[in-house]
């Protein structure tokens, strides 16, 4: 087997990541056939669906590919389109790519150039990202565009509210979205809000001590917080969706750059560049206070056979395993697709640059993503039949069709959709089992519902002639309170709390201190005691969709 060994950095620089060159450690290797069969994978199919050809896009960067309404996967390239700045694109899970918009198109690339960090589906059917540069100071831009290809720049940085987002946006449960800039506030990136119409606050900016250049993409956990990580000083923080900033993990590890996940243990993981036991980068386990534990250290075989320097972070299929890429190492030294266990068992599933001149990609900085189809997509940042990079699949045993929704929690009566492939024919769709009316898009890749009254926290099942799908994860039906009685009362009070969606309420606290006795009679009642050391102030009620806080503070009396 011959090998060639590439170096992104012979043929595209990025000044924002110039620190990250002396981290490379690109090599060629060829393996004994014994080693070969000790990373070796279980029964898959790699396939190269598209090679970038810089008229239609190159060399995308941080992107997860994203899949929209119409079952169709979406993405962004830093270079080529129209004018060389970068392009949005669909293309079909066949293979077909559709540029959407080419940006540089007006003067002085007032919306926006090299969008590096991909986009998301938001609940209005429409998708919002970033770009590095361009917009009214070429600090970078925030966008929405419609899947027909209509683009509208929200907002241009300045400097003062950031700088050069390089990674993409996510949809918090109040609608807004929320990102990072890697440069610009302080002088170490920012952390911002922005809405839909375009209104954008700086929640944080970093000053140096409390992290530097966030580079991965936000993630909101089950407690309504927001989680994420620094690059230049490997911090973690948590954060809530009003900007409380907080420090988890001071020193998390070296260079994490991949966004986290929570898995469905409630664990997030991610991964870091360097660091672990062969100084060769990470994938870790956090718990949601901030304990870290490594789960692999990549380099673990001999010529970094496993791979090495993973850029993006993992994802978590149906079958529970972790995916993910690296960006070099493996047996020729173009990157690899691994599979990980929760309790750190990896497997190599594919060593890019098998094909002559990496026909079939190299250097994967950007992760994978899993189609309701079951089957994995992904990017390389290069190779390819024209060298700007590639986008793949790979299918592997044991991951299946399934269904995923948007948004990913809500209110009874919310408006729900849910992406599939082949609904057509559903007969019945499910909130944890409590039955709600739907009805099927045309093309049968997605169903719009509502979250029926008496649903409760767990996964959405659709029913269709193929057999029943599921989300990998729950959705979180929110409680609501409505009212209180009495309004006010000393210690050992008996309150009855009337609500919405309580029949899994785990806890009731009065003025922030928890009630040691309460019942729940309904979905729409729950009875309280008033604890000791109650203070006035609101009652909360907390199920697994989250909390629920009344109107008016409950007054203790003496």
């Known amino acids: 087997m011959s090998c060639t060994c590439l170096s992104p950095w012979n043929l595209i620089s990025f000044s924002r990541h110039q620190s990250r060159a002396a981290h490379w450690k690109m090599f060629c290797a060829v393996l004994s056939l014994l080693l070969t069969c000790a990373v070796g994978s279980p029964a898959q199919t790699f396939t190269r669906l598209l090679s ?3 008229t239609n896009g190159a060399y995308p ?44 198109t007006l003067s002085n690339c007032t919306d926006g150039a090299e969008p590096a960090g991909g986009l998301v589906l938001a609940t209005n059917g429409n ?174 075989l001999a010529s970094c056979a496993d791979g090495e320097t993973p850029w993006a972070g993992v994802i978590q299929a149906n079958d529970g395993n972790l995916y993910g890429t690296t960006s070099a190492g493996g047996i020729n030294g173009g990157g690899t697709v691994f599979q990980l266990t929760l309790n750190g068992t990896l497997t190599t599933l594919y060593n890019f640059c098998e094909q002559t001149n990496c026909a079939d990609g190299t250097t994967p900085y950007e992760g994978l993503v899993q189609n309701t189809n079951g089957i994995l997509y992904g990017t390389t940042h290069l190779g390819g039949t024209s060298g700007f990079g590639v986008i793949y699949s790979e299918s592997v045993p044991g991951l ?51 979250v029926p009254a008496g649903a409760t926290t767990g996964p959405i099942k659709v029913t269709t002639p193929g057999g029943t799908l599921a989300t990998i994860g729950s959705f979180k039906v929110t409680p609501q309170l409505q009212t209180f009685s009495p309004p006010s009362g000393p210690v050992g009070t008996v309150v009855t709390i009337t609500g919405v969606s309580l029949i899994q309420t785990k806890s009731v606290t009065f003025g922030g201190v928890k009630a040691a006795s309460f019942t729940v009679n309904s979905d729409t009642q ?33």
């Open 52 to 54: 970038f050809d810089a």
């Open 61 to 104: 960067y941080y992107v997860y590919l994203i899949q929209g309404v119409n079952g169709q996967l979406y993405g962004t390239t830093y270079g080529g389109g129209a004018n060389s700045s970068g392009t949005v694109f669909e293309i079909t899970t066949g293979g077909g790519i559709t540029t959407l918009y080419s940006f540089c």
């Open 127 to 300: 998708f919002y990202g970033t770009t590095v540069n361009g917009g009214t100071s070429n600090q970078g831009t925030v966008f929405e565009i419609t899947p027909a290809g209509k683009l509208t720049t929200l907002h241009s940085f300045s400097g003062t509210d950031g700088a050069n987002p390089y990674v993409g946006l996510i949809q918090a449960t109040n609608g807004n979205f929320y990102g990072t800039t890697t440069g610009g506030g302080a002088g170490f990136g920012t952390l911002f809000e922005i809405t839909p119409a375009g209104k954008l606050t700086t929640l944080h900016s970093f000053n140096g001590s409390d992290g530097q250049y966030p580079d991965a993409r936000l993630v909101q956990g089950s407690s309504g917080l927001l989680y994420g990580t620094t690059y230049g000083s490997g911090n973690a923080f948590d954060m809530t969706l009003i900007g409380k900033f907080t420090n988890l993990v001071p020193a998390l590890g070296d260079g994490p750059t991949g966004a986290l996940i929570q898995a469905t243990n409630g664990n997030f993981y991610g991964t870091s560049t360097s660091g672990g036991t062969n100084g060769a980068g990470t994938v870790y386990e956090m718990t949601p206070g901030g304990k870290v534990t490594t789960l692999y250290s990549f380099c673990s």
């Open 400 to 450: 299946t069709p399934f269904v995923t929704a948007t948004p990913v929690s809500g209110k009874v009566a919310a408006k729900v959709t849910v992406l599939g492939t082949n609904l057509t024919g559903a007969t019945a769709v499910s909130f944890n089992g409590t039955a709600a009316t739907f009805t099927v898009a045309s093309g049968g890749a997605s169903i719009n519902t509502t």
């Open 526 to 558: 729950v009875t309280a005691t008033v604890p000791t050391g109650a203070k006035t102030g609101k009652i909360v009620i907390t199920t697994p969709g989250g909390n629920a806080s009344s109107a008016t503070s409950f007054t203790v009396t003496t």
